[in-house]
Structures are given as C-alpha cells and as structure tokens.
T-cell receptor, first 111, second 115 residues
Framework: AQSVTQLDSHVSVSEGTPVLLRCNYS??????LFWYVQHPNKGLQLLLK??????LVKGINGFEAEFKKSETSFHLTKPSAHMSDAAEYFC?????????FGTGTSLTVIP | DGGITQSPKYLFRKEGQNVTLSCEQN?????MYWYRQDPGQGLRLIYY???????QKGDIAEGYSVSREKKESFPLTVTSAQKNPTAFYLC??????????????FGPGTRLTVT
C-alpha cells in the first residue's frame, strides 16, 4: 500500500527560528517525492523534488528536504522562518502510477 | 508565459444546475488532473487524463464528468448529481514518459459556491 503521512497538522514558529515539517511515506517502489506550498486561495507551488539523485534536495525560498530511505521520511526544513512562509504545505509521493497527497501542514509564523 | 489557467476564479451557481470549470495549459504536458479541496483537508483526485481522448476516474468521480478533446484543455463539469459541490477546485498537469520527473504544475484554482 502507498501512503503519505504528514505528522503535524499545525506548526507554529517564531520569525527567524528554524522550521521543520515532517513527512513519512510508504511505497513498494522507489518513489519520487515533492513538497508543495499553498497560500490562501491559491494553487500549489512546487518547493522542491526528490527523484533518486542527491538525497539532500534544495528548493526555492531557502527550503530543503532530506530523503532518508531507512526512515521512509522526507522532512522539510528551513533555517530561519520568514513571515511570508506562513502557508499550507503538502508532501506528495509519485509511485510511478499515481500521486499521493498528505493532508497538509499549516505553518504559522509568529512575529 | 507558460502555465496553467483556470477560469473563472470564483463561480456561483444555483443548486440543480450543471457548471463547467475551464482548465487550459500551454506546457505541452500529456497528463492533466482535477482535484477537489475542502477546508482543512488535502487534495482529493476527481479525474485524470494521461493522453488526449482518454481519462480515468479518481477517488471521488461521482457527480463529475470530464472531456479531453485537445492536449491543452481538460474541462470539468460539476453535475447536479454531485451532492456537495461547494469546494475549491484545482487543475494540474505533468509531463510523462521516460525521463520525465513527473512533478505537477497547478493552476490558481476555481472556488465554486452552490446555493
């Protein structure tokens, strides 16, 4: 069975502090993994993607994620949160046949 | 500019009426998708198409219909049979084939309100 679990539905951080959004997946195949960001009433924007190259992936706006096969995880991090990072974040898995979406993590950034 | 357009951004309909949401892409992608998003929830797949003149049901296809007559266009019709049609609808496309990285590109969405 394939699935994606985002471990936190809400995360709050203070501006300037690190961000960690957690994602675990289960897949019978070697997956492609993505993180998307969605601002209110907007479409989803691709932050970064893992496609079996380097396990540490750098994305836009200072975000990065590390693929850990042994832990089946693909957590999203950023060293220093900015107010503009407040949004909904989705972890997505492509198994070669279908996309699977996590339920999303809402990030709040406190000034 | 390359991308996906959805129109209109906001749509209001009376209960019992069919309504068609537009989705157009100029990315030359083979695959296109329709998702529904409800408040506080993730995305749920309605229909997808991997090639022109072919499409498959997703997880929540009941009450919806699609067509794929052109590579660039994938309109979604919300029929009167859909019991709870008020939602935010997102269209996406992705490249396919050997070497494709399969990331999806999303349109800005259409918010449908049915009263």
């Amino acid at each position: 069975a394939q699935s994606v679990t985002q471990l936190d539905s809400h995360v709050s951080v203070s501006e300037g502090t690190p961000v960690l959004l957690r994602c675990n997946y289960s897949s019978s195949y070697s997956p492609s993994l993505f993180w998307y960001v969605q601002h209110p009433n907007k479409g989803l924007q691709l932050l970064l993607k893992y496609t079996s190259a380097a396990t540490l992936v750098k994305g836009i706006n200072g975000f990065e994620a590390e693929f850990k096969k042994s832990e089946t995880s693909f957590h999203l991090t950023k060293p220093s949160a900015h107010m503009s990072d407040a949004a909904e974040y989705f972890c997505v898995v492509w198994t070669g046949n279908q996309f699977y979406f996590g339920t999303g993590t809402s990030l709040t950034v406190i000034p | 500019d390359g991308g996906i357009t959805q129109s209109p951004k906001y749509l209001f309909r009376k209960e019992g009426q069919n309504v068609t949401l537009s989705c157009e892409q100029n990315l030359n992608h083979d695959a296109m998708y329709w998702y529904r998003q409800d408040p506080g929830q993730g995305l749920r797949l309605i229909y997808y198409s991997q090639i022109v003149n072919d499409f498959q049901k997703g997880d929540i296809a009941e009450g919806y219909s699609v067509s794929r007559e052109k590579k660039e266009s994938f309109p979604l019709t919300v029929t009167s049979a859909q019991k709870n049609p008020t939602a935010f609808y997102l269209c996406a496309s992705s490249p396919r084939g050997t070497g494709a990285t399969h990331e999806q590109y999303f349109g800005p969405g259409t918010r449908l309100t049915v009263t």
